[in-house]
């Protein structure tokens, strides 16, 4: 079974960048897509960002294009969300998800993966 750990979170400035990592265990990555995903306080779970098996197909939410970029590294079974420029609104607990998937496919909603993490906090301070 494919066990997530999500590390990296914390507090940082209106501005800042936060580099968050997904670690799996149990099985190899070769064969998951992941999915990133946050959920603040009052609001429902959204996808922030995805990346299918091999990298080829990357998807991002609108609100975070050209701030956020998700890589993976099969090799070291991780998969990273670098979170650049951030804001408020970017407070959330953010979660990886991970869900064997056929060749290229990603996805950002959440009821499409099976396996999550148990999240890490990102605060961004005005």
């Known amino acids: 079974q494919l066990q997530l750990v999500e590390s990296g979170g914390g507090l940082v400035r209106f501005g800042g960048s936060l580099r968050l990592t997904c670690v799996a265990s149990g099985r190899t990555l070769d064969y998951y897509a992941i999915g990133w995903f946050r959920q603040a306080p009052g609001k429902e779970r959204e996808g922030v960002a995805c990346i299918s098996e091999d990298g080829s197909t990357t998807k991002y939410a609108q609100s975070v294009k050209g701030r956020f970029t998700i890589s993976r590294d099969n090799a070291k079974n991780t998969v990273s969300l670098q979170m650049n420029s951030l804001k408020p609104e970017d407070t959330a607990a953010y979660y990886c998800?991970?869900?064997?998937?056929?060749?290229?496919?990603?996805?950002?909603?959440?009821?499409?993966?099976?396996?999550w993490g148990q999240g890490t906090q990102v605060t961004v301070s005005s």
């Open positions: 998800a991970g869900e064997t998937a056929a060749t290229n496919w990603a996805s950002l909603d959440d009821f499409e993966y099976e396996y």
